[in-house]
Structure formats: C-alpha cells, structure tokens
C-alpha cells in the first residue's frame, strides 16, 4: 500500500511551537498572568503536523489541546519552564515558531505560604524572565526562526528590531489596533516581515488561516 503520508511537505521535519501565556507565582494561590488563550499557537501546531511535520508543541496554561495525533504537548507554566523545555528540543528541531505570550517579568520572591492582607498596601517587586526566543536566536544554527510581535505604536519599526535583536528569519506582527485581531478574537491581522525587512500585509482572516499562511512561509523556505 501507498505511503501517503511520505508526499507531505513537511516529512521529517521537526516543529518547535510554544503557545499561551505564562503564569509566574507570586505564592502558592497567585500568579502574574495574561489574557492569552493560546490559540494561534496550537493553529500553528496543528497546520505543521497536518503538512507532515513532527511537532513538539510547549504549552502555558490553556484549555485547548491538539487536533492533531502528531502534536506532542508538553505542558508547562512559567517562563523559566518553558525555557527549559525550549532549550530541552531546540537543537534537533528544524524550524521553532514562537507564539507564547511570555511573561517579560515574574516575581522576584515567591512566597512559600498564602501572603496573609495587612491594612497597609502592598507591592511586589518584579524582575526580568529570560527572552526565550532572543536565546535560541543566539544558538540556532540550521534553524528556521519564526518569532511574533504585539505592538500598538511604531509597529513595523519595533517588530525589525526584534527581528535583528533575536536574530529572527520571520516575524509575525500583530497589529492589536485592529478590532478583529488580538487575545481570544477568531482572527487576526497580521504582517509578515522577513530577515531582509520585506513586508507582506496579509487581510483580516482566522487564526487557521493565518497558521496555514505561516506554515506556508515554512515550507517555500525548504522549497
Ligand atoms: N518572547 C519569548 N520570551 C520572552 C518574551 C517574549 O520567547 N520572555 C517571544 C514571544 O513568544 C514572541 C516574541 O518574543 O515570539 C516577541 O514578544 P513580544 O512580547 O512582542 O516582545 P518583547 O521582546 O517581549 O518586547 P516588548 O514586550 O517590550 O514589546
Ligand atoms: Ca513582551
């Protein structure tokens, strides 16, 4: 019988995704979040492994799980964690898509028991998470390096210089200005922005489609 899977564009290559928000613990009840659902992300995965793709998908907290049997999820919850687990697939993957909304801050002291409410008010100090994505731009070697970005001001200008700063070969923009784009919206609107700053508008459509576009993107790259 016919392998039909073997006609697939993406045989045999490895995805790396991360996707959804990470919670960074204040104590054992509390956390730092945000409003990600991680929908692209798992799209992502889904589109990837549906072209053929072996997909390791790393996963904040999220309600979702894969479509698709060829998605392995790995679940985590903070920024150190998935770092961890990033760095645990990154040098056998073949392409990594960076689509976690990761927390750019965590507590700096982590409670051991319940923080107990004074009459007076209360501040907790942050410090900086790891950019995970800057860090695997800084090893990647054979890598296809795909990274998004959420702006609301200068968008086109901050998106290039996270390209450069996290040594990216594509960039997702989200423009949030748009009212069908953004956290827990079915779509998107997204520009497509490669190492050599060429910009690619794309129209207001799913995250599906938006997945499948990106997808896309990774397949002409091995074309
Ligand atoms: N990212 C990451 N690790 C972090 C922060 C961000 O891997 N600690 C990744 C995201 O998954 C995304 C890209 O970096 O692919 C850009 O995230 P974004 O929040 O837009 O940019 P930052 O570099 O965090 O800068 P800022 O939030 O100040 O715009
Ligand atoms: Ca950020």
Same mark, same amino acid.
């Given at each position: 019988?016919?392998?039909?899977?073997?006609?697939?564009?993406?045989?045999?290559?490895?995805?790396?995704?991360?996707?959804?928000?990470?919670?960074?613990?204040?104590?054992?009840?509390?956390?730092?979040?945000?409003?990600?659902?991680?929908?692209?992300?798992?799209?992502?995965?889904?589109?990837?492994?549906?072209?053929?793709?072996?997909?390791?998908?790393?996963?904040?907290?999220?309600?979702?799980?894969?479509?698709?049997?060829?998605?392995?999820?790995?679940?985590?919850?903070?920024?150190?964690?998935?770092?961890?687990?990033?760095?645990?697939?990154?040098?056998?993957?073949?392409?990594?898509?960076?689509?976690?909304?990761?927390?750019?801050?965590?507590?700096?002291?982590?409670?051991?028991?319940?923080?107990?409410?004074?009459?007076?008010?209360?501040? *907790?100090? =942050?410090?900086?998470?790891? $950019?995970?994505? +800057?860090?695997? #731009? /800084?090893?990647?070697?054979?890598?296809?390096? &795909?990274?998004?970005?959420?702006?609301?001001?200068?968008?086109?200008?901050?998106?290039?210089?996270?390209?450069?700063?996290?040594?990216?070969?594509? *960039?997702? =923009?989200?423009?949030?200005? $748009?009212?069908? +784009?953004?956290? #827990? /919206?079915?779509?998107?609107?997204?520009?497509? &922005?490669?190492?050599?700053?060429?910009?690619?508008?794309?129209?207001?459509?799913?995250?599906?489609?938006?997945?499948?576009?990106?997808?896309?993107?990774?397949?002409?790259?091995?074309?």
């Amino acid at each position: 019988e016919a392998d039909l899977s073997a006609t697939l564009p993406l045989q045999g290559k490895k995805v790396l995704v991360t996707a959804g928000p990470t919670y960074e613990p204040i104590d054992p009840v509390r956390f730092i979040g945000n409003h990600s659902t991680g929908k692209m992300g798992y799209d992502i995965a889904d589109q990837a492994a549906k072209m053929g793709a072996q997909v390791i998908l790393i996963s904040g907290p999220s309600n979702l799980a894969p479509k698709n049997n060829n998605v392995q999820v790995i679940r985590v919850v903070s920024c150190e964690q998935m770092y961890k687990a990033c760095h645990q697939y990154f040098a056998t993957s073949d392409v990594a898509i960076a689509a976690a909304a990761v927390a750019d801050y965590k507590p700096k002291h982590v409670a051991s028991e319940k923080i107990k409410k004074s009459d007076a008010d209360f501040t *907790i100090e =942050l410090e900086k998470n790891p $950019d995970i994505l +800057a860090s695997l #731009g /800084k090893i990647k070697k054979q890598q296809f390096l &795909i990274g998004f970005a959420l702006e609301t001001e200068n968008e086109i200008e901050h998106a290039k210089q996270k390209i450069t700063k996290k040594n990216l070969d594509l *960039i997702v =923009l989200n423009s949030l200005k $748009d009212e069908g +784009a953004g956290f #827990g /919206k079915p779509t998107n609107k997204v520009t497509f &922005i490669d190492a050599n700053f060429n910009l690619e508008p794309i129209e207001l459509k799913s995250k599906e489609e938006v997945a499948a576009d990106i997808i896309n993107k990774v397949i002409n790259h091995y074309a």
